[in-house]
């Protein structure tokens, strides 16, 4: 599963819509579930399955799909892909 | 598209969420609200309960996280959520959303950013007590005006000592440090706690889960949320228990298993002297830390007892013979040792005792014993019991299955009374008949107005009792406290005493009194369990029409209304002359005129009944 797919699988959880798809560029604006509240959980979500911590800074910049992935590959070491 | 609705309810019922993360459970409950007409007409048992939730933060998440576990607990909680940062407005304005809500229960979430006022550094203990004091009169205050406009009760978090020690090690050796004040504060609140209120220990939940982990500091800056939101689970299971004790859904007894649970080693196999509850052996330590452990839950009220497949005789020879086995024949209220199956012994144990099945709980090494108990005996809680004995302990505190809602004189002495029960049942053995073996009780009984101080044995009585309950209403002790000043009602409990134990209060009545109509109606009438066939109900019966008499009215009414557990008292009323007047389904009216009542015949010890008006 790419990163990708699995940031998908945890918004389709978050948002209960199972047929959700997303891509880099899927944003607050397309999702209307995409609320200040659940993009904490969101955030939550992603940093514990990633285990990365995003700082205040980052997080209370995320608008988009792609700006959860780009942190995530700035933070997150590389491992290699099974 | 969504969530198949079973796997919803499956997943609340067999409460195999309680693992999962904060974000899933919030996922959960998102769930659960798109569909929570389908789940409520499916599950009508559920106790709707009206819920309020304010803070001086964000509650949003706290009240997302909470609602797939109070479902579990039985508990449909109809939500309010109060304002970011609403907590006194919505209470200070007596118009405001909360009131018109009504809640039943007021969750108010408050934390260490809320204490702006600290003693400075270097000032006497006397001083920094005068200034907890008048923080502490300040909030009593404040909730005592909520009380005087809400029959609400109220759930309040303590304070969770942040992990900010701004003087380091020096912190635990001032009086006027920080962290000082906010312990005073604390301990100052629960020393002022009116009845009404009931602490969330949000300091020992922050301690046991960790403070570094419990305090996220940008969490807070970005959403107000009062602490990490990992944390939300384990503080949703605890506010979820402490509502479901308070409605009367608690248990009362542990039923242990032996071999391996409370000692090393198989007994039949090993022989008393080869049995592991050696002091010096870490296995050995761990089975007689679990044994200790046992006590304590004996000492605070929870009966014990033992369901092993074992031979009688040598199963309890190690408890009044091994030298180093801590806990005693006496300390167990209920010994099975057998060959039979766990399920029969169990119910077994429940009708001994006289308690419900769903008032227990069972401890048991071996897993297929375990899952065989969970199918055959849905009610019973069947704890998780992990492989080392070392964890035994925390396995049976961390599953918060004895939460009560409050805590009396007749719980810590019940073990002995149930004790002595034994013996009288020996007495019954060789009385000549029933009337003579009541008499040789020596019972003594005392009917009155319920007093102040023994309004939260009242309360507990109404909301445990199951079997000898007529109507099976609920009230909170907020609600008894009004009752209890209200000239239209009268509170009775009942008190007794035999030659073997001091059973404290047996038995609680509420009545309604409508002067117009000279009629008194018997709103409530619960008695323990462990009191009846003593013709207690005839002596309150008596007691009753006597009471009707001095005061003028002509008629009493009585109501039968069916539970799942109350069969006991279908047919009271009939037997004393009250004649049915209304019937349905699930209830059946009734009303007496007093001149028609025949006393009845009772074998009580006169001297002590109290009658005063």
């Known amino acids: 599963m790419t ?21 880099e560029s899927t944003s607050a604006e397309d999702i209307a579930e995409w609320d200040s509240f659940s993009n904490i959980q969101l955030i939550a979500a992603a940093e514990q399955h990633f285990a990365v911590k995003f700082t205040t800074q980052e997080a209370i910049h995320i608008r988009t799909v792609g700006d959860i992935l780009n942190l995530i590959r700035q933070k997150k070491l590389p491992v290699d892909k099974l | 598209m969504t969530t198949d609705i079973k796997t919803i309810e499956n997943t609340i019922f067999s409460k195999s969420f309680y693992s999962w993360s904060a974000s899933e459970i919030m996922g959960l409950s998102r769930k659960i609200i798109k569909n929570q007409s389908e789940i409520l007409a499916n599950h009508p048992e559920l106790v709707q309960k009206r819920i309020a939730i304010c803070g001086t ?30 907590l006194s407005s919505e209470i200070l304005s007596s118009d405001s959303d909360l009131y018109a809500f009504d809640p039943d229960y007021l969750i108010a979430i408050t934390d260490y950013r809320d204490i702006h006022e600290f003693p400075p550094y270097l000032t006497s203990i006397e ?17 005592e005006y909520f009380h005087q406009r809400c029959r609400s009760k109220v759930l309040l978090t303590n304070i969770a000592i942040p992990n900010r020690h701004i003087l380091g090690g020096l912190e635990a050796n001032l009086v006027s440090g920080r962290d000082v004040f906010l312990r005073i504060l604390n301990l100052t609140f629960l020393e002022k706690k009116p009845t009404f209120l009931t602490f969330l220990d949000q300091e020992a939940l922050s301690a046991d889960f960790g403070k570094d982990r419990w305090f996220d500091d940008s969490e807070w800056f970005i959403s107000k949320q009062p602490f990490a939101l990992e944390a939300i689970p384990i503080f949703s299971l605890t506010i979820a228990k402490q509502i479901a004790a308070d409605i009367g859904k608690i248990r009362k007894c542990l039923i242990t298993d032996l071999d391996n649970t409370l000692w090393g080693g198989i007994l039949g196999d090993d022989g008393i002297n080869g049995i592991n509850l050696d002091p010096n052996d870490p296995i050995g330590e761990s089975f007689l830390d679990f044994q200790k452990t046992l006590k304590l839950y004996k000492d605070r009220g929870i009966l014990l007892a033992v369901c092993s497949k074992n031979d009688p005789v040598i199963a309890k020879e190690v408890f009044q013979k091994h030298p180093t086995c801590i806990l005693k024949t006496e300390d167990f209220s209920a010994f099975i040792a057998n060959w039979e199956d766990k399920p029969i012994n169990i119910q077994k144990i429940a009708s001994q005792l006289n308690i419900g099945l769903d008032s227990l709980v069972f401890f048991d090494d071996n897993p297929a014993e375990r899952d065989l108990v969970k199918k055959v ?30 805590l009396t004189v007749e719980d810590l002495n019940r073990s002995e009374t149930l004790r002595a029960d034994r013996k009288r049942s020996e007495l019954g053995a060789i009385a000549l008949n029933y009337e003579d073996y009541l008499k040789a009780l020596e019972m003594r009984i005392s009917i009155a107005k319920a007093l102040p101080h023994e309004l939260n044995r009242f309360t507990q009585l109404i909301n445990k009792t199951n079997q000898f309950n007529l109507r099976t209403r609920r009230y909170n002790e907020s609600e008894i406290t009004a009752m209890a000043t209200d000239p239209d009602k009268v509170l009775l409990r009942v008190t007794l005493q035999d030659k073997f134990s001091d059973y404290g209060i047996i038995s609680a009545i509420i009545l309604n009194l409508d002067h117009s ?27 009753l029409i006597a009471f009707a008499k001095d005061n003028g009215f002509q008629t009493v009414e009585g109501e039968y209304v069916c539970s799942p557990r109350n069969g006991l008292v279908a047919d009271l009323y009939p037997r ?7 019937q349905s389904d699930i209830s059946k009216k009734y009303i007496l005129d007093i001149n028609d009542y025949v006393p009845c015949e009772t074998w009580f010890n006169f001297e002590l009944k109290g009658k005063e008006s």
């Open chain 2, 127 to 143: 001083k920094v007590r005068e200034t907890a004091n008048r923080r502490i009169e300040e909030s009593v205050h404040f909730w």
């Open chain 2, 517 to 543: 109509r000279k009629n008194i109606l018997i709103d409530t009438w619960v008695m323990s369990c462990r009191v009846f066939k003593r013709g207690i109900e005839d002596e309150v019966m008596n007691y």
């Open chain 2, 57 to 86: 933060c964000n509650i949003r998440f706290i009240s997302s996280g909470l609602i797939p576990f109070l479902m579990a607990e039985g508990i449909f909680p109809l939500i309010f959520e109060g304002k970011f940062n609403g």
């Open chain 2, 576 to 582: 004393y002359g009250f004649k049915m007047v209304q």
């Open chain 1, 3 to 23: 990163d990708l797919e699995k940031i998908q699988s945890i918004m389709r959880d978050i948002f209960d819509n199972e047929t959700l798809e997303i891509d």
């Open chain 2, 377 to 406: 005996l849905p009610m019973v809680q069947v704890i998780d019991v992990p492989e080392d004995p070392a964890e035994f302990s925390m396995a049976l505190i961390r599953s918060h299955c004895f939460d009560w809602g409050q």
